[in-house]
């Protein structure tokens, strides 16, 4: 997701904030000495700029060339500016005794960026500048594989990897990527010292803290939540584990994929091994029962990239919730160009104060793709949800909730829904259908969990000094082979920067927020199948076209950021806090089927 208002952006880099713009006259405006007119100064001022930088941001994530890096990173810098200068301001306020919602608005100021900048001017341009330059990187990188030779973009590859079960293709495309992310390794090493001095002028220890504590709680506390969390849920991931690296191991043979060993990434069908759901052909566990196969009916059917949307869009309004504005339709970026490099990987973008919502996403026709316009229409929800708040409350619970929004709704695509929608042919219910089904699910969204936090923790490691620069590709698969029990099939070294080649890196984006999101999304799922009335398996529950559960979504969605996250998960779920019991129990069938193949096994692996 991209925020426009930096405040209520606990969310990506160089995020879409408002400054002292050529638009805005009053300069000092937000330096007043009352916390309440300086609330609503900082709000005044951020409208004009805001406006300008989200223009300039789309418009270099849609049309990558060295001058729209060049406007991008100049209307970034004014942005860090403002928020520097909004920032020292407010931790003056911090203590003073002031009404609920100012307290709230300043809190969220002083945690809503997740890069600060030095107060330095030359520094802070640099900054800005290196933003822009890694995501761009990034967005216009390309494999050219002398074999063939032809130049493979991200899309491609991931397509590769998703089709082929050719062991040394797939390891070709998993290769061919990494090329992209070495030359930014000596940019990202000064980004970190830049964004960590920032970090250390508002007050923090560094980055990695400062992304800590925007979650209304103590920085270790939210440490020790997120490990809670993941003690949770880690005896499902070893058991999802175990059994897929045997049935690889029956797939390409023990020699290449050790049946003790670590599974090697390139085998799972996606590019960082982070959802397993393209390589379900290998593990349904009931070969022909219940056909799942969307990929098949979505082409067959003729469907394109409007078309996908539609569907997604038609389950919110299913809810009760609007219909899009037509301004979505008109602005949106829903295909690849095949004339100009953008950034492919999916957003949404919160412009013109919630009066321009768009989505940015190189749509191919398949199941993955119009589940991230789940996704994407789940944040364009929020944005339309929240609307009304102002403007410092315009954000999610946490950044968690808002990335949970979509998630949760594709929880609802139930076989049952999919038949009515004509995207699978026959409903035929049977233990062995539902072990299929949850099986496919699973390996998306449990395989996602230990990648969901080991992004993160390798940062708070690099921010903090932990892992050195010198140790950054180390360090990586140290985190990558502990939690999620992968290793690279080729040697790596520190000629390599592996995690560059993972989006939220050079995008800097925070990916905590996924780990939560895919926990509390099954919290979300299982309250609104309440609030339906429905008194079924959790795993057989859809919500379409449910109006007393969009009500209690929508009531949620409308708080926005205007209260602790603890009080919008109470408003839906009628609990305080996260937890991962809704996850364990939708996937009691799949648990209770895993245990029983993995009985003979040795599971686990050795580091
Ligand atoms: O980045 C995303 C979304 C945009 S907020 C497409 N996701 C994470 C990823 O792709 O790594 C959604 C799931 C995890
Ligand atoms: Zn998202």
Not at 448 to 471: A, T, Y
Request: glycine content about 8%.
């Amino acid at each position: 997701m991209r925020n426009s208002l930096f405040f209520s952006l606990a969310v990506i880099g160089l995020s879409l904030s408002a400054c002292q713009s050529p638009v805005t006259s009053n300069d000092d405006a937000s330096l007043a000495q009352d916390p309440v007119e300086f609330l609503r100064n900082v709000e005044t001022e951020s409208l004009a700029l805001d406006k300008e930088v989200g223009a300039a941001y789309w418009v270099r994530s849609t049309h990558i060339t060295s001058d729209t890096g060049i406007l991008a990173a100049k209307a970034g810098e004014r942005q860090l500016a403002f928020q520097s200068k909004v920032i020292e301001q407010a931790r003056k306020f911090k203590n003073r005794p002031v009404d609920a919602e100012t307290a709230r608005g300043i809190e969220l100021i002083l945690r809503g960026s997740s890069l600060p900048a030095p107060d330095d001017v030359l520094k802070r341009a640099e900054l800005s500048r290196l933003a822009t330059d890694l995501e761009g990187m990034y967005g216009s990188g390309e494999y050219c594989d002398l074999q063939s030779d032809r130049c493979l973009t991200l899309p491609e590859l991931e397509n590769i990897l998703a089709k082929s079960r050719d062991y040394d293709e797939q390891l070709n495309a998993w290769m061919g990527w990494r090329s992209v992310s070495p030359p930014m390794r000596p940019m990202y090493e000064r980004f970190v010292e830049l964004a960590n001095e920032g970090a250390r002028e508002v007050g923090a220890k560094d980055l990695g803290d400062l992304w800590k504590g925007g979650y209304d709680m103590g920085v270790a506390e939210f440490e020790q939540e997120t490990e809670r969390l993941w003690s949770q849920v880690e005896p499902l991931y070893e058991e999802l584990h175990c059994h897929v690296r045997a049935q690889l191991g029956k797939e390409y043979g023990e020699d290449l994929v050790p049946s003790i060993g670590p599974i090697p990434a390139h085998l799972l069908g996606n590019m960082w091994s982070q959802s397993w759901g393209n390589i379900y052909d290998l593990l349904e566990p009931y070969p022909g029962v219940a056909s799942l196969d969307v990929n098949k009916a979505l082409v067959d059917q003729d469907y394109d990239a409007v078309r996908m949307t539609e569907t997604a869009e038609a389950f919110f309004t299913s809810l009760g919730l609007p219909e899009l504005p037509d301004s979505f339709w008109q602005n949106s970026m829903l295909t690849k160009p095949a004339d100009r490099d953008v950034v492919c990987h999916a957003s949404a973008w919160d412009l013109d104060n919630g009066n321009d919502p768009r989505i940015k996403q190189c749509v191919e026709v398949n199941e993955e793709q119009l589940s991230t316009l789940h996704h994407e229409l789940g944040h364009i929800y929020y944005y339309l949800m929240y609307k009304e708040q102002r403007p410092l409350f315009k954000g999610g619970a946490h950044d968690g909730f808002h990335e949970a929004i979509g998630d949760t709704i594709v929880l609802s695509m139930t076989p049952a829904y999919l038949k009515e929608k004509g995207l699978v042919p026959e409903v035929k219910r049977s233990e062995q259908a539902t072990i299929n089904e949850q099986m496919k699910l699973a390996l998306d969204k449990i395989a996602f969990l230990p990648f969901g936090k080991l992004i993160d923790q390798w940062r708070w490691q690099v921010f903090s000094g932990e892992i050195s620069p010198e140790n950054y590709n180390a360090g990586w698969w140290k985190l990558r082979s502990r939690y999620q029990g992968i290793a690279p099939a080729v040697p790596r070294s520190e000629a390599d920067f592996d995690p560059g080649a993972k989006f939220h890196i050079p995008g800097n984006t925070p990916y905590t927020r996924y780990f939560l999101s895919h926990i509390i999304q099954f919290q979300f799922h299982q309250a609104l199948c309440k609030a339906a009335g429905d008194t079924g398996p959790l795993h057989d529950c859809s919500i379409y076209n449910n109006k007393a559960a969009g009500e209690k979504l929508g009531q949620m969605l409308s708080m926005g950021a205007s209260k602790p996250w603890p009080e919008a998960m109470y408003a839906l779920t009628g609990q305080r806090a996260m937890d991962a019991s809704p996850i364990i129990d939708y996937f009691q069938p799949l648990i209770g089927w895993l245990q029983e193949q993995n009985k003979e096994r040795q599971c686990g692996w050795q580091l």
